[in-house]
T-cell receptor
Framework: GAGVSQSPSNKVTEKGKDVELRCDPI?????LYWYRQSLGQGLEFLIY????????KSGLPSDRFSAERTGGSVSTLTIQRTQQEDSAVYLC?????????????FGPGTRLTVL | EDQVTQSPEALRLQEGESSSLNCSYT??????LFWYRQDPGKGPEFLFT???AGEEKEKERLKATLTKKESFLHITAPKPEDSATYLC???????????FGKGTLLTVNP
């Protein structure tokens, strides 16, 4: 079946502009996660959704970052007033449920470059 | 705070030369240790989940093992197509996020 999809695959923007990144989880998966992968760094947790609610926003690096999920499916990560340090690959993952042992399956990522 | 350290950072092998990758971790209440493979320009691809010390899982040339402090990914007779970055992650306590190591870049030469 179809995996997690993300769009766009690449995004180049100018410092100070807003960007929106989209994630389509695997059909039927109720949990959705956003991570960030910077050059030379491990994956960094950003936010997690169970259905449309976000019980854990602890990883969002600043108030310029926000995310929403509608209809228990598609999620959008928005970065306002982008900075050069926001340049990274943004990865989305989904899992069937939020059981503590559920496997997270990742999408291909969106590579964001802030000039 | 959960921590994951992977070693070595990079490993170069000849085809057929077996070796192991290490993942050392500290976590409060391990609920799972996960291995992923990541190819350049792609998202991580799930390989294994290990839940308790002593557990082992195998898939083709890969075998993952788990102790209370570390996990090993053993690669037997690797092929060039096994070249990738291998990521280790832990989930702990009652939260659902994964904490990742920085990965081991494996290169297998023909």
């Amino acid at each position: 079946g179809a995996g997690v999809s993300q769009s766009p695959s690449n995004k180049v923007t100018e410092k100070g502009k807003d960007v929106e990144l989209r994630c389509d989880p695997i059909s039927g998966h109720t949990a959705l996660y956003w991570y960030r992968q910077s050059l030379g760094q491990g994956l960094e947790f950003l936010i997690y959704f169970q259905g449309n609610s976000a019980p854990d926003k602890s990883g969002l690096p600043s108030d310029r970052f926000s995310a929403e999920r509608t209809g228990g499916s598609v999620s959008t990560l928005t970065i306002q007033r982008t900075q050069q340090e926001d340049s990274a690959v943004y990865l989305c993952a989904s899992s069937l449920e939020t059981g503590v042992r559920d496997t997270q399956y990742f999408g291909p990522g969106t590579r964001l470059t802030v000039l | 705070e959960d921590q994951v350290t992977q070693s070595p950072e990079a490993l170069r092998l000849q085809e057929g030369e077996s070796s192991s990758l290490n993942c050392s971790y500290t976590v409060s209440g391990l609920r799972g240790l996960f291995w992923y493979r990541q190819d350049p320009g792609k998202g991580p691809e799930f390989l294994f989940t290990l839940y308790s010390a002593g557990e082992e899982k195998e898939k083709e040339r890969l075998k993952a093992t788990l102790t209370k402090k570390e996990s090993f990914l053993h690669i037997t007779a690797p092929k060039p197509e096994d070249s990738a970055t291998y990521l280790c992650a832990v989930g702990g306590g009652s939260n659902y996020k994964l904490t990742f190591g920085k990965g081991t870049l494996l290169t297998v030469n023909p």
